[in-house]
């Protein structure tokens, strides 16, 4: 098993098995359900399906419900997963991602401020 932060931000899948996963800091973190995956992503196009996705590291499991989210007034967008707050560092960084613009939820910045920082998406990094 390897670290691919070369992949970071594509979505994978082995062929005929419905996990989805996305690879982030390098390890793939698998999707848990479709309504998830539609909180997140633009769509279901441009998952690929031929890398071996074995030999990649495998990270936390994205948490079931995960959003985007962002401050009213704040331009900063994060991803909210597993009870933290990531800030996705830029727009080539949700466009790697296939993160979703109007999927974002629009929130107190109290509620943003109350959740616990991890690290930064960005990308390249």
Same mark, same amino acid.
């Given at each position: 098993?390897?670290?691919?932060?070369?992949?970071?931000?594509?979505?994978?899948?082995?062929?005929?098995?419905?996990?989805?996963?996305?690879?982030?800091?390098?390890?793939?973190?698998?999707?848990?359900?479709?309504?998830?995956?539609?909180?997140?992503?633009?769509?279901?196009?441009?998952?690929? @399906?031929?890398?071996?996705?074995?030999?990649?590291?495998?990270?936390?499991?994205?948490?079931?419900?995960?959003?985007?989210?962002?401050?009213?007034?704040?331009?900063?967008?994060?991803?909210?997963?597993?009870?933290?707050?990531?800030?996705?560092?830029?727009?080539?960084?949700?466009?790697?991602?296939?993160?979703?613009?109007?999927?974002? @939820?629009?929130?107190?910045?109290?509620?943003?401020?109350?959740?616990?920082?991890?690290?930064?998406?960005?990308?390249?990094?």
């Amino acid at each position: 098993m390897a670290l691919r932060k070369d992949l970071d931000g594509l979505r994978v899948q082995l062929p005929g098995n419905p996990a989805v996963y996305l690879v982030d800091a390098g390890r793939k973190r698998h999707i848990p359900d479709p309504a998830t995956y539609n909180n997140l992503f633009r769509d279901w196009n441009g998952i690929l @399906q031929d890398i071996a996705i074995n030999e990649i590291d495998t990270g936390t499991p994205i948490s079931v419900g995960a959003v985007l989210a962002q401050g009213f007034g704040d331009p900063a967008v994060y991803l909210i997963d597993n009870g933290i707050k990531r800030h996705i560092g830029s727009p080539a960084t949700m466009d790697r991602y296939n993160f979703a613009w109007d999927k974002i @939820q629009h929130v107190a910045p109290i509620l943003i401020s109350s959740i616990e920082t991890g690290p930064a998406i960005v990308w390249p990094e």
